[in-house]
Every structure is written in C-alpha cells, then in structure tokens.
Nanobody
C-alpha cells in the first residue's frame, strides 16, 4: 500500500504562486508515475501534470504549460507542483495520484493511489 498526503494549497490572488507538495509513504518504490489532478466544483477531476520516477520530460495540460512545474524528490518520496501566474480558473481541489505502471497517463482511472486533496483558491 501507498499513502499520499497533499499540502500547500491556500488562498492566493491572481498572478500569485503556490507550491503544492505530495508526501508518499509505505511502498513508495512502486510509485513509478506521479501526477496531479484538479477538481473544480461541479466538474470531474482533470489532469494537470505527470512525472515519472526518472523523468526529465514531464507532461502538462495545455493550460498549465509555462506556468506549472512538476518535480519529484525520490530521496524524500515527495512530489511537488510549483504553480505560478495563477488565474481564477485554476481554483480547484488538487490531488496527487500514483500509478504502478511505467507509462504516463492522463486519465484518473489509470491511477492506483490518491492523496486527500488540497484546496487552491485564486481570487481576482
């Protein structure tokens, strides 16, 4: 089993920044692929970013390219997402997810473990 704990959300003004963290514990060696998803009120969770254990080429949703940066510290079993130039439409609950497979996927159903989520609210 793997446990994921999300943190770092908060209330920020437009064009502000936040850094989300996802701390993994348990059988972390099986978490080959880590991703962030965001869920806005009334909507299903949407893919934001994904990174593999040894990955110099993360993948992002188009709306996040140039603004969000996903990274991971394997020694600390932690994944981060730096969010810059935030917009009101970025408001959502962001959850990290872990996938046992080795290929990057953007569908929530492809992930095996989930964090509890952290709220990001961007005010205009």
């Amino acid at each position: 089993q793997v446990q994921l704990v999300d943190s770092g959300g908060g209330l920020v003004q437009v064009v502000g920044s936040l850094r989300l963290s996802c701390a993994a514990s348990g059988r972390t060696f099986i978490t080959n692929v880590m991703a962030w998803f965001g869920q806005s009120p009334g909507k299903e969770g949407e893919f934001v970013a994904v990174i593999r254990r040894t990955d110099s080429n993360p993948y992002y949703v188009d709306s996040g390219k140039g603004r969000f940066t996903i990274s991971r510290d394997n020694a600390k079993n932690t994944v981060y997402m730096q969010m810059n130039s935030l917009k009101p439409e970025d408001t959502a609950v962001y959850s990290c997810a872990a996938r046992l497979g080795f290929d990057r996927r953007v569908g929530a159903h492809d992930y095996d473990y989930w964090g509890q989520g952290t709220q990001v609210t961007v005010s205009s």
